[in-house]
């Protein structure tokens, strides 16, 4: 099954509501959990991220939430704005074979209505 | 202090020709990580790298495709006898130490492969 699972698959709100993304994951050694925005035609780039000896993190709208019993963690865009919109991929180190490296989520399309 | 790079961005190649795309890690990086992603899909995880060993090459298609990273130089994706399934964009990600924790992976602008 899935390693790290990401929902919704798309989210439309209105500018200025929130937005909030989850994932779940299923190796409990996990222990970093970054975000990442990618806009159209452009890279993946780091927005945010937790390590698992806290339980939130937020940077200016921005927040992640980590329930690590219940293996999942949660990205927070407070008073969206246009330029939000993106897609949206979470990621988590699962151990494959002999490496443990970041597997992503299958993304949240975010689009923020004016 | 100069990011992931990666070149070509743009590459055409007509089917059954060779496509190589390079990578070189951000300064300081010394694992590497290549993905495909198609239209409006996600990122699928192609292979894994350290200087001169594979780590983890679980998502490379079993024929055509091949990945290395010399002792000194870039990191190179290739492929061969490109079919038009290969398009898509191709994008390098470099991370320091993971047995240090340092999982943190930063992307490369990414090749945008299309076969005629």
């Known amino acids: 099954g899935e390693n790290v699972e990401q929902h919704p698959s798309t989210l439309s709100v209105q500018e200025g509501d929130s937005a909030v993304i989850k994932c779940t994951y299923s190796?409990?050694?996990?222990?970093?959990f970054p975000w990442y925005k990618q806009e159209l035609g452009k890279r993946p780039q780091l927005i945010i991220d937790?390590?698992?000896?806290?339980g939130e993190k937020k940077d200016q709208r921005i927040a992640v939430t980590l329930n690590k019993t219940a293996k999942h963690f949660s990205l927070h865009i407070t008073e969206t704005q246009p330029e939000d919109s993106a897609v949206y991929f979470c990621a988590a180190p699962i151990s494959s074979g002999s490496a443990r490296q970041l597997t992503f989520g299958s993304g949240t399309q975010l689009t923020v209505l004016p | 202090n100069a990011g992931v790079m990666q070149n070509p961005r743009h590459l055409v190649r007509r089917r059954g020709q060779e496509a190589r795309l390079r990578c070189s890690p951000m300064k300081g990086h010394s694992h590497v990580y290549w993905y495909r992603q198609l239209p409006e899909e996600g990122l699928k995880f192609m292979v894994y790298l350290q200087k001169e060993n594979i780590i983890d090459e679980s998502g490379m298609p079993k024929e055509r495709f091949s990945a290395e990273f010399p002792k000194e130089g870039p990191s190179i994706l290739r492929i061969q006898q490109v079919v038009r399934g290969d398009s898509a964009a191709y994008f390098c990600a470099s991370s320091r130490s993971v047995g240090l924790g340092d999982y943190e992976q930063y992307f490369g602008p990414g090749t945008r492969l299309t076969v005629t």
């Open positions: 937790i390590r698992s000896n806290v």
């Open positions: 190796d409990s050694a996990s222990n970093y």
